[in-house]
């Protein structure tokens, strides 16, 4: 099993301005996720982590507005730019410590972002 | 990715078996079953996932039917710590796609 460490677990920002959240893993992991869950809402996932090279995102989800970087196999940050209220959600990393079917995703605690 | 379909809410007792179905009929002959759930305020944990064969572990068990278009997850006596909101996510990969899933109540 794997140990998903996320910082802040809860911030209050202002709009305009930009958060960095950190995910940090206890073991070697092969692949690294960011999810957005909205309130009330389902997970949405917004980017696999990819490391040494660019994220890879999903539709509706931009680099400029969400740069992530993933300088090991064992931490990842997530940036929301320019935050609008629309960007309150809680923020989720997931990580993976294996390939293929055959293994289980691991989910940090959560963000939790109010832009106001 | 298999599109899903689960009950949005379910009640249970408190000691009895939970029963949550999940129908994903175009799912993938690649396409492992998995089952996650989310308890209030916390991120999703792992329960148990298959790919025909029915699984067990210490937690749940995962009942797929042959045709693999429908599966069951079974949580044998429900306590109270279990009610969350459990996902079904057919997946190739990590990458994992949430639907709605259904809210779990475990009753006293």
């Known amino acids: 099993s794997a140990v998903i460490s996320q910082k802040p677990s809860r911030d209050i920002c202002q709009r305009g301005t930009s958060l960095t959240i950190q995910c940090q893993v206890d073991s070697q992991v092969t692949m690294m996720f960011w999810y957005r869950q909205q309130p009330g809402q389902s997970l949405t996932l917004i980017a696999t982590?990819?490391?040494?090279?660019?994220?890879?995102?999903e539709s509706g989800f931009v680099i400029d507005k969400f740069p992530i970087s993933r300088p090991n196999l064992t931490f990842s940050t997530l940036t929301v730019s320019n935050m609008s209220p629309e960007d309150s959600s809680i923020y989720l990393c997931?990580?993976?410590?294996?390939?293929?079917?055959?293994?289980?995703?691991?989910f940090g605690q959560g963000t939790r972002l109010t832009v106001v | 990715d298999a599109k899903t379909t689960q009950p949005p809410s379910m009640d249970c007792a408190e000691g009895r078996a939970a029963n949550l179905p999940c129908n994903h009929s175009?799912?993938?002959?690649?396409?492992?079953v998995y089952w996650y759930r989310q308890i209030h305020s916390q991120g999703p944990q792992y329960i148990i996932h298959?790919?025909?064969n029915n699984e067990t572990n210490e937690m749940a068990s995962l009942i797929i039917t042959e045709d693999r278009k429908s599966s069951t997850l079974i949580l044998p006596h429900a306590t109270l710590r279990d009610t969350a909101v459990y996902y079904c996510?057919?997946?190739?990969?990590?990458?994992?796609?949430f639907g709605q899933g259904t809210r779990l109540t475990i009753n006293p």
């Open positions: 175009t799912i993938s002959g690649n396409e492992y």
């Open positions: 996510i057919p997946s190739t990969a990590q990458k994992l796609v």
């Open positions: 298959g790919l025909k």
């Open positions: 982590a990819n490391q040494g090279s660019e994220a890879t995102y």
């Open positions: 997931s990580a993976c410590a294996g390939w293929g079917m055959n293994t289980e995703a691991f």
